[in-house]
């Protein structure tokens, strides 16, 4: 019989991985709800066309895409956002605006190329939809830079970089760039960290544009910092508009507490076409690796999903490149089992009761395994170490006899005796949560 | 702009819906930590192998099943025991023994007539791996029912019907049924509930069975009760070994607090070609609803997947008919959110102190959401108040002024002032878990 294997790309999380994914999950969650933000789910296979219609047929390449036994073409969810606009879509009226939702999908991508790469990740999708105001941003971005803080990454570690699509039109417009060049041009900025200047300056050249444009594209590129900004553009009118909006922002993330992880920078567009306003990424502080979140403002998605005239906002955060980040810092939580309670018996009647016991410290809310089989006493203390057991509770001939448990602190190798009637609710106060 | 909808058999989960889903979800996750198993997942793509090798090729036609972009065939995941098996039979010599693992996973199916029906449902699934010894079938069987009990429901609502393959299998043996037609007498049997006695009995006629065995098949079924079945077949010797075990059992489920959910009955078979011992399932006491949960033991599986000899035991407990129940029962949550503190302001001042204000609430653990916008104070409130805060905290001129906030209950409408520096730490220790 040949073994079978997983697919490559998908990750198997045994108990360990499992932990860490947990421990991701559950600060991600725990951020949301001190942001007051409601957790949602969609379905993880949708219509092809939800994916097609907001990113073009070339993202078919990219995708698990298939036709079911019904003839319809679907695709396994390679992003949140577009089922997040089709819910949102459908239920525009009724719901209470602005809506402040979030989701830990799991994602899937497949490309041909891709060989050795992960094919899916888990990521948190956390959206502020229906509000205009620059307050919203703000808000989006502390949410996800007090995730940083509550995994216990600080300021020296992660940087927030921004920027915002509006200031960098105004400027391209400035500097000679004509309205329908803007798309590409930003397609072209948005691989100034992977591809060397002069390959950049070809394509931006092919784009038509004159050497004194494609000079003052790299210029404001390069721009880092709001005074920075400011001296150098503060004085075009156009530009000035969104640097003042910038300002607000970024006095807005003084008071919620996170500026010190904020940079601005021009060079950061982000790839897709979608954004319209403030964007965002973080990065771990030495850009070792790849993005730890990106998101902004695309006010203009769900006219396009649903129909429906709606602003919004969010970001997306996957679970490796954070996960990475965390291990290499050391803040990934210690791999090990824990648990309460191992129950040891002995002879049958130690049996029984050892299954009573049992029975009464899961009541009282505590993590209980009792021994299957009827092995010898040192053996079973050896299961309670290897489970990583807080106390063992011993039930023998003798201990049955007298009405009592030995309860060993499997810590310290101290033993005491507590009385069966009185095991659970004494164990619950010394080793429960409160 | 056609408005786009999800797949037909899909749920959006809303997040009233995912309210009710987190509920259950989080129920099973507390007895599972309470009873000492660990959590692990699988991907939710499979190869599709994973799935005929364990149940033969007629499964392909109930699965999302495709070739992916690399040529392989491969299924979303209609069940999670084949997952297990793999990652269990993979790491089988360094796993500590009995394995106690528990995923929560998503599952798919896909019938082409199945109209109407869902083709996803989250579905507990707990087993135990490497003990052969009935104490772990009471554990099993003892996790399911406090899962009942945890949400709720009680013995008067749920009942566990348990019946036990090799009971069985020697009855039916002793009746006249030759070895190789235990299989599809199982299969006839399994239909006890959904079709006619006689077509069943033109069934087992057609397996060639005598009148005496085909009756001697229904009578087995009917029995009721270990008792009835002490005194039908107790003296079988092939037969009353297996029924000490059952009563073994029985006074297991006794120790561990949940025998009086449990009856013995011999309709039982679970469709599942794989079962080898003890089986049971879980339904609402009127018999309204589908089964709630199904499981046993299936000795044999981690051979037939892994090539691992190594006993195992488990359940799979789907969230639709258990939801379905509980809300019967008026046993899901009452939909509605929560929030901690909705943070109202007037003016540039006001705002900026909100700002703070929430920064400082969110940092002491309390769920915050502040406004965006201007807005006259009563209707700040009455965000406040379609929110479910339990307080409101107002910063207008007078306010910051005095360096206090006003906080007021919004359950009395009782209004008191808190100065700025003693607010989030006043509050905390009001409204925290603590």
Not at 286 to 306: S, V
Not at 365 to 373: A, D, K, M, N, Q
Not at 377 to 403: F, H, M, T, W
Request: aromatic share 8%.
């Amino acid at each position: 019989m040949v073994e079978l294997k997983g697919l490559p790309g998908f990750r198997d999380f045994y108990p360990e991985e499992l932990a860490a994914r947990s421990f991701l999950l559950g600060v991600w969650k725990e951020v949301a709800r001190r942001y007051g933000f409601e957790e949602y789910d969609g379905p993880p296979l949708e219509p092809l066309e939800l994916y097609t219609r907001k990113s073009g047929d070339e993202i078919v390449q990219q995708l698990y895409e298939f036709e079911d036994k019904g003839g319809r073409r679907v695709a396994l969810r390679p992003e949140m956002t577009p089922t997040l606009a089709r819910m949102v879509g459908a239920r525009a009226p009724a719901l209470r605006k602005p809506v402040r939702w979030f989701s830990t999908p799991q994602l899937f991508r497949y490309e041909r190329k891709q060989r050795g790469r992960l094919r899916e990740h888990f990521q948190l999708n956390l959206d502020i939809l229906g509000e205009v105001d620059v307050l919203a941003d703000a808000e989006l971005l502390a949410a996800a830079l007090d995730i940083m803080r509550a995994t216990g990454l600080d300021a020296t570690q992660v940087r927030a970089r921004v920027s915002d699509r509006r200031v960098l039109a105004a400027i391209f417009r400035h500097v000679g760039v004509a309205e329908e060049t803007l798309e590409p041009v930003y397609g072209v900025v948005d691989k100034l960290e992977r591809e060397p200047r002069e390959r950049l300056e070809a394509q931006l050249k092919n784009l038509g544009l004159e050497p004194q444009t494609i000079a003052g594209i790299f210029e404001a590129t390069q721009l880092r910092g709001i005074e920075e900004l400011e001296a150098r553009f503060g004085g075009v009118p156009s530009v000035s508009e969104g640097i003042a909006e910038l300002s607000k922002y970024l006095e807005h993330l003084e008071d919620l507490g996170v500026r010190e992880f904020v940079d601005i920078d021009l060079s950061v567009v982000r790839g897709l076409a979608y954004y319209t306003g403030i964007v965002f990424e973080l990065w771990d502080a030495q850009r070792k690796l790849r993005a730890i979140c990106g998101g902004g403002r695309y006010d203009e998605l769900l006219q396009l999903i649903a129909g429906v005239d709606m602003p919004a906002l969010g970001f997306g955060m996957g679970d490796v490149v954070l996960s990475e980040l965390l291990r290499d810092h050391g803040l990934l939580p210690k791999p090990g089992r824990s648990l309460d309670c191992f129950v040891a018996w002995l002879g049958a009647d130690g049996q029984r009761h050892a299954l009573r016991a049992t029975q009464a410290l899961r009541s009282a809310g505590l993590s209980v395994i009792f021994e299957f089989r009827d092995r010898r006493l040192a053996n079973q203390l050896k299961s309670a170490d290897q489970l990583g057991a807080r106390r063992a509770v011993i039930l023998g001939p003798k201990e049955v006899e007298e009405k009592q448990a030995r309860v060993r602190d499997m810590s310290t190798g101290a033993e005491r005796v507590v009385r069966f009637d009185e095991l659970a609710a004494t164990l619950a106060a010394e080793l429960g949560d409160g």
